[in-house]
């Protein structure tokens, strides 16, 4: 009896003894793993959860809103959302595209996203952004495919409630977010405001319950526009009909406020809508109003002009034999359009005599010519609120030929945009003063910018010149070359030019392939407006600024007009100082 409980103890504490180092095995390799986990392989098993359990994405802040004058909105951010994909380390990369691609049954996935996503799969742990700009319909249908590290994000997309008005204004945004052109290019700064960042947690399925914000998005400043709507509007439309009537490869309309030089349109054809972007024609993005060089021809006149009466080297009532209808340049001849008889220095600018302002010229000089040919602000930018500018060809004295004082006397041998050629009609309609064209009028929230240059930017001519010139320049309208702008009850003043363009094949300019233009303002006493319209090679046989720019004048100022609310005056007859000038035949 003793043995048998002597040997049952004993197998008592063998099996205790066994038990004990089993748990002390067990315990030292928890320990162990402890150790390991929390200490070894903390900062790897760290990183693992954080992959697995949540992601930092950029947060995209709301785009400042563009309106024009009146309040009316012209460019704006609305809620969208954003597809994102969290890849996971134990996910094969046939996974990873098997998820995208059952994405793209819904989102509907081109080519060049699905390249773009495959790219980027085989070593991406942090989320793929998918696919943006999705309504609420499709995002909705995203979650409802419930796939694993997929989710969405309300953010913003652009919009143009006004369809393609004003749009090479307001330029536009791609699908990939790249800035195009317009105020939306050269304000960028201003608009966009600031990204912000969010860490956003997922459940074991990776989707999204909670997030962070560690930098808060910043809403983009809002503009003001110079732009009005309406006006904008009769803009485009006048000049979409000269286009069909013309079969003019390219056109420009820009009307403004002479004495602030605030921009109320800028219409370029060919236009598009900045919904769809890019264009689907390649050229319609280039905003020829600022961008587009071309000689100016006869408008250019009124420079020459300007020379010689601040000059004093030329006499208002001097005579001018434009008899011959043809003048020897450096050897080459330079014909008028029709032969005139003897020309006051009036009768020249009304009847656009190349013959009679190249005379004008050569009394003139280069130096006194090219001094006002500065002051006008020509081979400078304007300054304009639209990115890529030009500034313009003007040649220094030391590349001038003898022939150059001709051909720069009437407009050629010296690149202009369309809004250079504008500013400069600007300094005779508000007497005298180099006025910079603009097109915001305030940024509101007080965005700290640096100040814009000063609307009066110099006094280009004296007071007393811009008096005679506009006097000049009505009788244009009244009785020579721009008939065709005439508006009842208002007095017009303005310009034609036909310039004929170089052909750098032939090496010369072309006779039959044209540029037709015409800039004026109205009402010439006091204007309310000034517009500048230019056409590109008329197929027509009508070519010559008087019968294809100054009827775009016409329409628009008319409609203008009665929209600002300018009445027109039973009499608007007015002394004029040409004299002994015969009508023209040419419009």
Known sequence: MNIAILQHQKR?????????????VWTVGILA???????????????????????????????????????????????????????????????????VLELAKVVALDPKDLARIKDVLPNRTKSVQVKKKLNAETAAEVERLNLKGVFCREETMRVYPQGGLAAHILG????????????????????????????????KLRREYSFETLDEAKKGYDIVLTVDSTVQYIAEQELARAVQDHGVDWGIVIVTQPATGEILALAS????????????????????????????????????????????????????????????????????????????????????SNVGTIQIGRRVGPDSLLQTVRAFGFGEKTGVELPAEAGGIVHPLAEWTRRSIDSVSIGYEISVTPLQMLQAMNVIANGGDLVRPRLVRNVMG????????????????????TRLLTEILEKVVKEGTGQAARLPGFTVAGKTGTTQKFDPGAGTYSSSRHIGSFVGFVPAENPALSMIVVLDEPKTDDYYGGQVAAPVFREIAKRTLRYLGVAPRPDPGRAIVAANVRRSDRP
């Open 446 to 465: 007080g965005f700290a910018t640096p100040s814009p240059a000063p609307a009066k930017l110099v006094s280009a001519i004296s007071g007393e010149t």
């Open 269 to 352: 054809w060919p236009t598009y809508d900045p919904n769809v972007f890019p264009p689907e024609r390649a050229d319609a993005e280039a905003n020829r109003a600022v961008q587009r060089l071309y000689d100016p021809g006869s408008t250019f006149k009124i420079v020459t002009a300007s020379a010689a009466l601040e000059s004093r080297r030329v006499a208002l009532t001097e005579l001018f034999d434009c008899s011959k209808g043809v003048i020897e340049s450096a050897g080459s001849p330079i014909r008028d359009h029709k032969t005139f008889g003897i020309l006051t220095f009036a009768g020249v600018l009304v009847n656009s």
């Open 33 to 99: 793993r402890l150790v390991q986990l929390q200490i070894i392989s903390h900062s790897r098993m760290s990183e693992k959860v954080l992959e697995q359990s949540q992601a930092e994405i950029e947060v995209f802040p709301e785009r400042g809103t563009i309106y024009d004058k009146q309040g009316n909105i012209l460019a704006q951010s609305i809620p969208s959302f954003t597809v994102y994909y969290q890849p996971s380390r134990d996910e094969s990369l046939e996974d990873r595209i098997r998820q």
């Open 172 to 203: 536009g945004i791609s699908a990939d977010d790249a800035v195009k052109g317009g105020v939306e290019g050269k304000l960028d700064a201003v608009l966009r405001g600031k990204k912000g960042r969010q860490v956003v947690w997922h459940d």
């Open 12 to 24: 008592i504490r063998r099996r205790t003894k066994i038990l004990v180092l089993g748990l002390l």
